[in-house]
Antibody, heavy 116, light 110 residues
Framework: EVQLLESGGGLVQPGGSLRLSCAAT????????MSWVRQAPGKGLEWVSA????????YYADSLKGRFTISRDNSKNTLNLQINSLRAEDTGVYYC?????????WGQGTTVTVSS | QSALTQPASVSGSPGQSITISCTGT?????????VSWYQKYPGKAPKLMTF???NRPSGVPDRFSGSKSGNTASLTISGLQTEDEADYYC??????????FGGGTKVTVL
């Protein structure tokens, strides 16, 4: 079964850092572009970043460049998102998804709360 | 880059058809065929409903159909059912090699 499972969310103080992970099973992970999408409370979906299968190319939403770093470990079928200098507006549910033009498999999400 | 423009809400009675619009620019919706629609229930992960404008993934009822004209994409739900009550989001691949979502549309079944 194709599955994505996020982890790493939690409560963090403003200015702190967090590393989210997404474990993939059931498909050839190294062949797939992967994405991170987030949803702030009461708001819509926001695409955050994507990384191609080899890891050689990464893409970010213009508004988020600089504080977010996407990476992957194809030997462990794991996708990562490093978030630095966290702000209150980064609070929300973070989803990993398979592909980016047509995100056909999603994880259940991991919740990030930025608060003092 | 601003979100694609969707109506905040659309409603219809069971059995009716509704259409949700998604307006962008020539740099996103109008640029490529990579327009998708997602269904999202509160507290659940999004579900892909259509991709590449009008294709449906396996398992998605044919009541859901997508189309595009110029810079505006649309999702039509025919034969509206109570379980279709959810939030719907469009997305498009952009000329800046990014993805952009619409603001979301709440569908209410009366």
């Amino acid at each position: 079964e194709v599955q994505l499972l996020e982890s790493g969310g939690g409560l963090v103080q403003p200015g702190g850092s967090l590393r989210l992970s997404c474990a993939a099973t059931g498909f050839t992970f190294s062949s797939q572009t992967m994405s991170w999408v987030r949803q702030a409370p009461g708001k819509g979906l926001e695409w955050v970043s994507a990384i191609v299968g080899s890891g050689d190319s990464t893409y970010y939403a213009d508004s988020l460049k600089g504080r977010f770093t996407i990476s992957r470990d194809n030997s462990k079928n794991t996708l990562n998102l490093q978030i630095n200098s966290l702000r209150a507006e980064d609070t929300g549910v973070y989803y990993c998804a398979k592909d980016w033009g047509a995100m056909d498999v999603w994880g259940q999400g991991t919740t990030v709360t930025v608060s003092s | 880059q601003s979100a694609l423009t969707q109506p905040a809400s659309v409603s219809g009675s069971p059995g009716q058809s509704i259409t949700i619009s998604c307006t962008g620019t020539s740099n996103d919706v109008g640029a490529y065929k990579y327009v998708s629609w997602y269904q999202k229930y509160p507290g659940k992960a999004p579900k892909l409903m259509t991709f590449e404008v009008s294709n449906r993934p396996s398992g998605v009822p044919d009541r859901f159909s997508g189309s595009k004209s110029g810079n505006t994409a649309s999702l039509t739900i025919s034969g509206l059912q109570t379980e279709d009550e959810a939030d719907y989001y469009c997305s498009a691949y952009t000329t800046k090699t990014t993805v952009i979502f619409g603001g979301g549309t709440k569908v209410t079944v009366l």
